[in-house]
């Protein structure tokens, strides 16, 4: 299945054109290189006559409303984030300029097939190929450009409240319902939600800055009954309900075995602390971490199966990776160094 999500590894014609540009443009590259000020840098690439600024505003075009870290509105887009934008385009230039392409097994797994099923194997594999991509391009398309549109709408309106003094910060409009958002613009509502205050909002934001995925209670409602037997499970599903000792398991995304050290990221402005060779330790990913890919030793996630975002494209680089843990990112410190286990599924802690 390797190469045949593009779309998931980030790849797009108007990054591989703005690469094949700055290669061939190097006050561009050092530009890019030595950044002082990424907004104002950015706009000079996107502005540069020829070939490199036409390239750099194409793809901005094409990313830079998209939100970096999921479908949530409270999310930045990229153009909100500069210094992360050109950090992600220096290391897709890194990466082109010694790519490591991971070998076609196809072959081999095809010469295992009995001669009478090969054919139906071909059929299988190729329709595979076809919809293997559905998943993060229906993200991309439908999802993330969207979701990057509202909250571009959401940001125009909270600058205009907050000139009227209804919002202590235009950003915390974010932090409010639909219907109240309309409250807010004096609009009719299709509820019968109130105004919320500038302090409310500001109180809300505080809050979502503070916790995260981890601080959601285990479950809503009724207590729910205890686990069962962990016999009675699926060998898979049993193994990662059984952490102990310095092991984590999870489901074995990406075959494969990688020992280096942890780098526990959580947000994209968090992306210049990888370095070549580490094992990336974060709650999931999204198309954010696409390019980020190349410099990556191994992938641990808390969640996740194997069609998330984060197995496919631990596929697609040949990164071994293990996801689905639920505990990678507690029990797993910035330095340490660990073995990760594609294959086994599974994530030890090396002496």
Not at 92 to 116: F, G, H, I, N
Not at 232 to 254: D, E, F, I, K, Y
Request: aromatic share 4%; hydrophobic share 40%; charged share 20%.
């Amino acid at each position: 299945m390797r190469g045949t999500s593009p779309v998931s590894a980030g790849a797009s014609h108007e990054l591989a054109e703005l690469i094949a540009a700055l290669q061939q443009d190097p006050p561009a590259r050092e530009t890019l290189e030595t950044t002082y000020d990424p907004a104002a840098d950015m706009e000079a690439l996107r502005t540069r006559d020829g070939r490199t600024g036409l390239a750099m505003a194409a793809y901005l075009d094409l990313v830079g409303y998209r939100l970096l870290d999921g479908f949530d509105i409270t999310n930045p887009s990229a153009l909100e984030l500069p210094d992360v934008l050109l950090r992600a385009i220096r290391a897709a230039l890194t990466y082109a300029a010694s790519p490591s392409a991971p070998t076609d097994r196809t072959a081999e797994v095809r010469a295992r097939v009995p001669k009478a099923h090969q054919a139906a194997f071909d059929e299988l594999l190729a329709e595979a190929r076809l919809l293997y991509p559905i998943r993060d391009e229906r993200g991309v398309f439908s999802d993330i450009w969207a979701s990057g549109l509202m909250r571009r709408a959401a940001l125009a309106a909270g600058r205009r409240l907050a000139q009227r003094g209804l919002l202590h910060d235009p950003l915390h409009i974010v932090d409010a319902g639909f219907s109240e958002m309309l409250a807010l613009l004096g609009a009719p509502t299709p509820s019968a939600e109130g105004v919320p205050s500038a302090d409310d909002l500001a109180e809300r934001a505080a809050y979502r800055g503070a916790h995260d995925a981890h601080d959601a209670p285990p479950s809503l409602g009724p207590t729910p009954p205890p686990p069962p037997d962990l016999s009675t499970l699926p060998p898979a599903a049993a193994r990662m309900m059984q952490a102990s000792g310095l092991a984590l398991r999870g489901l074995a995304a990406s075959p494969g075995v990688y020992e280096g050290p942890v780098r526990r990221v959580s947000h994209p402005s968090e992306f210049d602390r990888i370095q070549k060779g580490d094992v990336l330790v974060t709650q999931s990913t999204t198309e954010a971490f696409n390019i980020l890919l190349p410099l990556l030793g191994g992938i641990v996630t808390d969640r996740g199966g194997l069609l998330s975002h984060s197995a496919i494209v631990a596929r697609e680089y040949g990164i071994p990776g293990v996801v689905g843990t639920r505990e990678a990112t507690r029990r797993l410190n910035d330095s340490q160094r660990v073995r990760v286990d594609g294959t086994a599924g599974e994530v030890t802690v090396l002496p």
